[in-house]
């Protein structure tokens, strides 16, 4: 089964509007890591929050984690069409972070 | 800076015939590299990694094989595709970061088996 769930599997909000994507996970990480995909393209790496950071900020991202809960969410605030994509949590649970398990996905649409 | 390559973009095969793609890197030495396969609208399922030449590990069984014949240079084969291969293939190499590993994903390639 998936190491990372994320929650919702689609959403479609306006533009300008707040976006918030959930991930949840199984097992102990050490960070976990969010990445974006444009329609047919490869993988772009967002944001990486470590296992004793609660918070992260990076430009119109905000991450937070729960390690006590397993989850983390991916807050994409004042949204615009350029962020319909699909977004991934990845954790690095094994191989000493070598290898990383990816989400299913959450699928943002952005309307303008 | 750091730059991923694959080839080809799209490719269109018949059911039982070779495939090979090709994933380069440049700007880094020594990296650790990825295949992954996507099926449409799914999450990305990891086929094999390398973390140097001649170490390569299968994540899972299937009838593709990769080879690292260079530093830099991951290639993904079969020799005789299936349909169920059909999907969208995608490069990564990583780089760590103190404790983590970042990686770094190149443009893919759509594969369909007809």
């Known amino acids: 089964s998936q190491q990372g769930e994320e929650d919702p599997q689609a959403l479609s909000i306006q533009e300008g509007e707040n976006a918030t994507m959930n991930c949840s996970y199984k097992?102990?990480?050490?960070?976990l890591q969010w990445y974006r995909q444009n329609s047919g393209r490869g993988l772009v790496h967002l944001i990486l929050?470590?296992?004793?950071?609660r918070e992260k900020h990076s430009g119109r991202l905000r991450v937070t984690l729960d390690t006590s809960k397993k989850s983390s969410s991916l807050l994409i605030t004042a949204s615009r069409a350029a962020d319909t994509a699909s977004y991934f949590c990845?954790?690095?649970?094994?191989?000493?972070?070598?290898?990383?398990?990816f989400g299913a996905g959450t699928i943002l649409r952005v309307k303008s | 800076s750091q730059t991923i390559h694959q080839w080809p973009a799209t490719l269109v095969q018949p059911v039982g015939s070779p495939l090979s793609l090709e994933c380069t890197v440049e700007?880094?030495?020594?990296?650790?590299l990825y295949w992954y396969r996507q099926a449409a609208g799914r999450g990305l399922q990891l086929l094999f990694y390398?973390?140097?030449?001649?170490?390569i590990s299968s994540e899972v069984p299937q009838n593709l094989s990769a080879s690292r014949p260079q530093d830099r240079q991951f290639i993904l084969s079969s020799k005789k595709l299936l349909l169920s291969d059909s999907g969208f293939y995608l490069c990564?190499?990583?780089?760590?970061?103190?404790?983590?590993?970042?990686?770094?994903f190149g443009p893919g390639t759509r594969l369909t088996v007809t």
């Open positions: 390398s973390i140097g030449i001649d170490q």
């Open positions: 990564a190499w990583s780089v760590q970061l103190g404790i983590a590993y970042e990686q770094y």
């Open positions: 990845a954790t690095d649970v094994l191989a000493g972070g070598v290898k990383l398990v």
């Open positions: 700007g880094t030495s020594n990296p650790n």
């Open positions: 929050i470590r296992s004793n950071e």
């Open positions: 097992t102990s990480i050490n960070n």
